[in-house]
């Protein structure tokens, strides 16, 4: 599994942004996608989880009603769109795959800066 984040940029507080993640290799319509994200000098944190089907979504509070996590299995792409933004969202942000159910976020995208200015 390979996966190819993009997306990223500067935008002003209260903003929006949506960024995309675009996966090849195994059968993307099987497994579960989640967006982290690290800011500068913090550990990286969960920020959204997407069952296969994207029937099922699960977000940190910090984010719940702000961001949205939706895939296109057709284009094995999952998104994250980023409403509200604040400064604190500022941070790279990678996408997952749990290949296996169960198994953990095991396969990373390679990371995309969002920077919210005050």
């Known amino acids: 599994v390979q996966l190819q984040a993009s997306g990223g940029g500067l935008v002003q507080a209260g903003g929006s942004l949506r960024l995309s993640c675009a996966a090849s290799g195994r059968t993307f319509s099987t497994y579960a996608m989640g967006w982290f994200r690290q800011a500068p000098g913090k550990e990286r944190e969960f920020v959204a989880r997407?069952?296969?089907?994207?029937?099922?979504?699960y977000y940190a509070d910090s984010v719940k009603g702000r961001f949205t996590i939706s895939r296109d299995n057709a284009k094995k792409t999952v998104y994250l769109q980023m409403s509200s933004l604040k400064p604190e969202d500022t941070a790279v942000y990678f996408c997952?795959?749990?290949?296996?159910?169960?198994?953990?976020?095991?396969?990373w995208g390679q990371g995309t800066l969002v920077t919210v200015s005050s």
């Open positions: 997952a795959a749990e290949v296996v159910v169960g198994g953990g976020f095991n396969y």
């Open positions: 997407s069952s296969w089907s994207g029937g099922s979504t």
